[in-house]
Each structure stands twice: as C-alpha cells, then as structure tokens.
C-alpha cells in the first residue's frame, strides 16, 4: 500500500485490503497534526501580542506662518500616549494630555541650538500651542511641511 509523503498517510490502490485499523491509524496522524497545528499557532499568537501595545499613525500639515496670538492647533483620532511634530530644523514632543512639551529647534544660520518646553492646550483630542518669538518656534512656518507621529495605545495598558 502507498503512503503519503508528510504523514504517511494510507493510500489505497484497488489491489489493497482495506482495514479498519489503517482507517483509524490515519485518523490519530491526522488529529495529532492538528492539535500540534493549533498549538503552534496559540503560542504564535502569544508572541505577536508581545510585539507592541501601540498603533502609530503618520500625518501630516503645513504650516501657515501664523504665530504669537494664532495658536497651532493638531487633531487626533484619539488622545494619544505620546506624539511628535517634526519640522524644519524643529522637533516638539509631548505625552497626549500634558500641558508642556520638549521642543527643539536648531537655527538656519548658525550652528547653535536651544530647547524649550511649550505650553499645550487640550480640548478633547485637540492640542494647540503658542509661541510669540516666531512661527518656527510654534511648528508653523509658512509653507513648511510638518510630520505628525502619534502612538495609540491598543491593549487597554498605558
């Protein structure tokens, strides 16, 4: 009699006595193999759930010029964990729901640079920020383009 070859599973040709013990052989090969088809994918499961507790999301604006009495204003979806703007020569960041953030900024000309913290608004799932010394500084210079990267939480767990 010929078998198959991955489980050596019965394969009958019309010469064969055909046996109950063969019928029940390849049943019990064939629940092991998905028992053992199951387990491995529960464990699989286990380790992709271990692999983040976040969901990223990537946007973008662009920049009015607006600064000093126009606040910046980005909406999300939802509050985030934490979010970064990235501009021209700019960086700010800040925990979704706190009232300052850590902004960087290095300067066109010079090869100096400085850090601040900026005072954050929220109303719902919108931040607005301030800054009087130039649209910049507020991650709104005309024309730029600003990069908005907010981290979701997914699993219930800060």
Known sequence: MK???????????????ILMEDFNGDNAKVDAALKAQASDM?????????CGNC????????????YN???????FSEMPLVFMIVGPLA????RGGDTTSFTAFKSATASNSFVS??????????VSFLNSVHARYQMNEKGCIYWVLALYKTDGTD
Do not use: F, I, P
């Not at 960086?91 to 800040?94: R, S």
């Not at 913290?117 to 919108?126: A, F, P, S, V, Y």
């Open 55 to 66: 969901r990223v999301v990537m946007s973008t604006y662009t920049g009015t010029g607006a």
């Open 3 to 17: 078998q198959t070859s991955n489980y050596q599973l019965n394969q009958w040709e019309k010469t064969d006595r």
């Open 117 to 126: 913290d900026e005072d954050l608004t929220w109303t719902g799932n919108t």
């Open 91 to 94: 960086l700010l960041m800040a």
């Open 42 to 50: 529960a464990s699989l499961a286990a380790e992709v759930a271990k």
């Open 69 to 75: 009495d126009t606040s910046t204003t980005v909406s």
